[in-house]
């Protein structure tokens, strides 16, 4: 028998996510952001639950091919644009469209031979620092652009730093609106952040928001708000079993370095799932945890292959028992993986990208369960 490990996609969570992300920017296009192998969700797997979205946004020509071979015709973004000039090749040829983020990848469209004229998302540095032209050099670049026979449309973009906390987005809307009030084209401003908590305001949700974490049933916002309180559901599970169970006594110790003492007698369980199949070693004890469908905790440090859970109030479960490390549990229990991300001083992103390639993967919920 191999290891009691899966992690389950939820197909048709993924298509209820996507579907909130519409409800709430009911007059927007919704760009499926699929990078990062959709948030290792895997990319044919999120493409069953997501194959509803406008269109699709991701980094790697890799994956911008594959989601052709899927059969997707529809529009594919690449978020950080061209890496060097031949990548623009590839855009001709999968009728990609692509972000301008620099002058050098406008040097390289100048240069490109192409029939068929491209369509760009020309993106602004409104305050992120991280890609685009700064507001002073914006219209230069878009008229510059605007002019190239190889360019058939430009739209216009930029990426919020804080649209989940307490600064907000009105600083950078307002540099972004000042810098293309009269520049024609289709706009796009909101990741999920934005969208969930800012799409009211005027001009946020314009033309196309773009959908990631929020897909993936993770709250952009947690702990100031939860999926429950954003109607999104769990769309990857990590499950396991319990492979043994120890009795402790007043003053043992569990795991590695000792960092759990047991201060009465208790029984815990330990779960074939470590820092190695991608569950987070920051995780400390009092990590919350399902067991049989009911809240327990992890006890002591992430092992590479095990962890420790409660089960003094547990009296049912031992061997074999179901451990849920995020997502649906068994008998409708639920943990999200935020709060899992939370005890270990991360967020729900880094948990799903890091789910770990031993970790068999299987979609269910969708038309025909399917491994993949
Ligand atoms: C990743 C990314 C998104 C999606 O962000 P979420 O917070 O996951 O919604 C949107 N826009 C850009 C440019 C991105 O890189």
Redesign the pocket.
């Known amino acids: 028998m191999p290891r009691p490990i899966e992690a389950l996609i939820h197909v048709d969570a993924l298509a209820h996510n996507l579907a909130r992300a519409r409800r709430a920017a009911p007059d927007a296009r919704v760009?499926a952001?699929v990078?990062a192998r959709a948030?290792g969700h895997g990319l044919e797997r999120a493409y069953a639950g997501l194959r509803g979205a406008d269109g699709f946004?991701l980094?790697d020509l890799a994956e911008a091919e594959q989601l052709r071979r899927l059969g997707w015709r529809g529009p594919i973004l690449l978020?950080?644009g061209c890496f060097e000039p031949r990548d623009l090749e590839v855009c001709s040829r999968l009728d990609l469209w692509h972000?301008v983020h620099c002058d050098a990848q406008i040097d390289w469209l100048a240069a490109h031979k192409t029939e068929r004229a491209q369509r760009v998302f020309l993106?602004m540095n409104s305050g992120m620092n991280r890609?685009g032209f700064a507001p002073a050099a914006f219209r230069s670049a878009w008229a510059r652009l605007s002019a190239l026979p190889q360019v058939e449309e430009v739209a216009l973009?930029t990426?919020f730093s804080d649209?989940?906390g307490g600064r907000g987005i009105a600083h950078q809307v307002a540099v972004f609106e000042a810098a293309t009030r009269d520049l024609p084209g289709e706009r796009?401003l909101?990741?999920?952040?934005a969208?969930l908590r800012h799409a009211a305001d005027a001009g946020v949700a314009a033309d196309w928001v773009?959908?990631?974490?929020?897909?993936?049933g993770s709250a952009?916002d947690f702990p100031a708000h939860d999926i429950a309180h954003w109607g999104l559901r769990p769309t990857m599970t990590l499950r396991t079993r319990l492979i043994a169970t120890q009795q402790l006594e007043a003053g043992d110790s569990v795991g590695y370095g000792s960092s759990f003492v047991a201060g009465a007698p208790m029984r815990i369980g330990i779960a074939a799932a470590g820092y190695a199949d991608g569950y987070p070693r920051h995780a400390g004890s009092g990590t919350p945890v399902l067991v049989d469908g009911g809240r327990s905790v992890t006890v002591g440090r992430v092992s590479m292959d095990m962890i420790a859970v409660d089960l003094s109030a547990l009296p049912g479960s031992g061997l074999g028992s179901e451990v849920t490390l995020w997502g649906e549990g068994p008998q409708g229990g639920r943990l999200p993986i935020d709060e899992v991300a939370h005890a270990a001083g991360t967020i729900g992103?880094e948990l799903m990208c890091a789910l770990a390639p031993r970790v068999p993967v299987r979609a269910v919920g969708g038309d025909g369960d399917a491994d993949g």
């Open positions: 760009w952001v990078k948030y946004a980094l978020l950080e972000v993106k890609l973009m990426h649209a989940d796009s909101a990741n999920s952040a969208t773009r959908a990631g974490i929020m897909v993936y952009p992103y």
